[in-house]
């Protein structure tokens, strides 16, 4: 078991360190003007002009996050459906169908959340008005 988890452990470990390395030998050449010339460069070419952009952009994210787990959700309790169905009295088939349905729930869960992030997120980077 241990076997299992310290290869891809080191693995991950191993990259983190050489991506490291290399953006530092990247960050040591370059000079703040060139960061900042090169930070111009980016925004000049960014489809964000303002906070809404930003809003509309996570959104659109948020959508389609909410639809997956949506369409997840209902493909779970059809499976689970036919689990129930299909069980005879058998524990394990009766466990598994509830655990299905569990997973739907959590699918649903986050597909909810995800419309009260949108929500939240705009609130904090909407410039407001103090007077």
């Known amino acids: 078991m241990r076997k299992n988890i310290l290869k891809p452990l080191f693995i991950i470990l191993t990259a983190v360190i050489l991506f490291n390395l290399n953006f530092g030998n990247i960050l040591a050449a370059t000079t703040p003007q060139d960061i900042n010339q090169a930070a111009n460069d980016l925004a000049t070419g960014s489809p964000i002009k303002s906070p809404d952009d930003i809003f509309n952009i996570l959104a659109k994210i948020l959508r389609y996050v909410y639809t997956i787990f949506f369409i997840t959700a209902v493909i779970f309790i059809i499976v689970a459906a036919f689990g129930f169905l299909t069980a005879r009295d058998d524990p394990a088939k009766i466990k598994s169908a509830r655990a299905q349905l569990y997973w739907a ?8 959340i995800s419309v ?3 929500q939240i997120i705009r609130a904090f980077i909407t410039p407001t008005t103090l007077t």
Not at 105 to 112: E, H, R
């Open 105 to 112: 729930a959590v699918a649903i869960a986050i597909a909810l």
């Open 116 to 118: 009260g992030a949108a």
